[in-house]
């Protein structure tokens, strides 16, 4: 968010228009709340946590939800909303991390496809094509078999699954602004064609490349849950929300919250970043608006 | 039509030679044999066992061989299940998937187009929202957690229908195929009200209207077919999803699968079927992406005409 601030202090109509419209759609602000709240929670975790990440009590075993346990235990008598907190840390980064190598690469292929256009573009874009009809899902888990399962090639794995909308996006949006009288100018004064897409069409496609970001963060983190849940993503001693979901679901019948709270956290976020991206579209991106 | 058809399936080609190749080497950079990882085995042994799977040969020997057998539908043995070969294990999954995958689109697609269509009908009104709102629930709520909470709710609590299995106590195949039907639900709802909203507003449907037509048949008999376009493009891809998800709703139901087949082979470090079943899967993939695309220019004339001039 603190692109749209930024810009908004130099006077730009266009982040000034795009936040009343976002203030006034309550979901995507009440998106919006939530995401901070996570964020908040999760840098501030290793302070806030109400017990030691680590720490059991075998004696205890696993509880319902009570008032030294907010949310209960699990079956080694660890704090669920302490665990729910340290793994929240990790699905949230994931998500964060994955999302900007899918950033990095999709802008810069999008916008050098679309800037340099020609045989180059077609050729890039035939790429494109060709890693869409892959089975990415199972290249994930082949991924995660041939190199073991390491955290640094999970982010990897996923930002190279999913940079290619990112790339067709910006490649459009870089197509139109190409032949607009700025960037025509920019040439006779002699700039570089780097300086020219690192100044002037990349900060003019920021509108898209900001709506479609908080969009892929969910899937991210979906992807990453999924893996986890499968046991092929996250390992122990680490822990996610996807991981904490696949214990529970081993223990469902006798403990039954341990399967809800960190169900409801994860769908509530992906709820929360979904809701974010659908206003931060009617407000920023009017031509791809949902109807 | 044909000719379109025809150089979707040349272009095919080199994809699938992309998948085959990138898998073949992946597998084979992997760190570790597949023998190594057991028992202290006398090193004969690991030879005549290597020359079994022509793993003493140079890695572009064996990669000529491999293309060899696939290209005559021969996926070669498994690793961990000595005397079986991958073929097997496939046929042996397939059925349950393939039939899982089948209820889970039936699911999808009633209850989505129907949630689409009732919305687009009346839109920002309560008959919109109502379903909509219920479409994102969908897709905030992951198969691995729906299915888990279907159970418990009407499997363990309500005990209305079975917890697991495949096809031996009547009804067991009824929350799979809701787990893994919801999601696409979820996004074909809000594909067919999209696409139904765009096709309401032509002058076409004005023309219906005029002429005193029942709203049921302006809906059935004109608008569907044009407003169900986006869906039919997205039946490739979502069944790409299909298969992805159907490795976690296998794995929660004990569905004896392709999909859990898959992931035990990962945790077995099964090579050749890892190899094998990517292989298989690709071909699947890129078959229905074609299939669906052929659909959806069979139901649009406008982008028959362009794919016509085109080619």
Not at chain 1, 102 to 127: E, S, T
Not at chain 1, 184 to 196: F, M, V
Request: proline share 5%; aromatic share 10%; net charge neutral.
């Amino acid at each position: 968010m603190d692109d749209l601030q930024v810009m908004e202090e130099q006077g730009s109509s266009l982040w000034r228009d795009a936040w009343i419209k976002l203030s006034k759609n309550y979901l995507a602000l009440f998106g919006l709340g939530v995401i901070v709240l996570l964020c908040i929670v999760s840098l501030l975790t290793p302070w806030i946590a109400p017990y030691g990440y680590e720490e059991q009590d075998l004696m205890l075993g696993a509880t319902a939800p009570s008032l030294q346990h907010w949310l209960g235990t699990d079956i080694f008598g660890r704090d669920m909303l302490t665990r729910i907190m340290y793994g929240g840390r990790v699905s949230l980064m994931v998500g964060f991390i994955a999302t900007a190598v899918a950033l990095v690469i999709g802008v810069l292929w999008g916008a050098i496809a679309g800037f340099v256009g020609g045989r180059v573009d077609a050729v890039m874009m035939r790429i494109v094509d060709i890693m869409y009809a892959l089975p990415f899902m199972i290249f994930i888990v082949l991924l995660m078999v041939v190199f073991g399962r390491n955290i640094l090639l999970l982010f990897l794995a996923i930002g190279a699954v999913e940079w290619l909308t990112m790339a067709r996006i910006v490649r459009s949006q870089v197509m139109s602004l190409r032949k607009q009288e700025f960037v025509e100018a920019a040439y006779s004064l002699g700039l570089s064609q780097w300086t020219i897409i690192r100044r002037h069409i990349i900060p003019n496609t920021l509108g898209p490349v900001i709506v479609y970001t908080t969009l892929t963060i969910p899937s991210v983190m979906l992807l990453e849950a999924f893996l986890s849940f499968l046991g092929l993503g996250i390992q122990p001693p680490e822990s996610s929300w996807g991981l904490l979901i696949n214990y529970g679901v081993e223990t469902m019948e006798e403990y039954p919250w341990l399967l809800i709270f960190p169900g409801v956290t994860l769908s509530l976020t992906l709820f929360a970043l979904n809701f974010l991206g659908d206003g931060l579209r009617d407000a920023l991106d009017p031509r791809t608006s949902k109807d | 039509m044909l000719r379109f058809a025809f150089n979707r399936l040349l272009q095919a080609i080199p994809v699938l030679l992309i998948v085959i190749s990138a898998t073949f080497f992946l597998v084979h950079s992997a760190p570790g044999g597949p023998f190594s990882a057991d028992k202290a085995v006398p090193p004969e042994v690991i030879r005549a066992l290597e020359a079994q799977y022509n793993l003493d040969q140079p890695l572009w020997q064996q990669y000529i061989s491999y293309l060899g057998d696939v290209l005559q539908g021969d996926l070669g043995p498994s690793f961990k299940y000595s005397g079986r070969t991958v073929n097997e294990l496939i046929a042996a999954g397939l059925p349950a998937t393939a039939e899982l995958a089948m209820y889970a689109m039936l699911v999808a697609l009633i209850i989505g187009i129907s949630a689409g269509v009732l919305a687009a009908m009346r839109p920002n009104t309560m008959q919109d929202y109502l379903p909509m709102s219920a479409a994102m629930l969908g897709i905030c709520m992951p198969s691995f957690l729906l299915g888990p909470i279907l159970v418990l709710v009407f499997g363990i609590h309500l005990e209305w229908l079975p917890v697991s299995g495949w096809g031996d106590i009547p009804g067991d195949k009824i929350l799979p195929a809701i787990t893994l039907g919801t999601g696409y639900a979820a996004y074909i709802a809000r594909l067919s009200r999209g696409g139904m909203l765009e096709v309401l507003s032509q002058d076409y449907i004005r023309t219906a209207r005029a002429k005193g037509l029942s709203e049921p048949l302006i809906i059935f008999k004109h608008a569907l077919r044009g407003g169900l376009i986006p869906v039919v493009a997205f039946l490739g891809p979502a069944f790409a999803g299909l298969l992805g998800g159907s490795f976690v709703v296998e794995t929660i139901f004990q569905i004896p699968g392709l999909g859990r087949f898959y992931v035990q082979a990962a945790f077995n470090r099964d090579y050749t079927m890892i190899l094998g079943m990517t292989v298989f899967f690709a071909t699947l993939i890129i078959l229905f992406n074609l299939l669906s695309d052929m659909l959806a220019l069979w139901l649009n004339p406008k982008l028959r005409q362009q794919a016509g001039g085109d080619s």
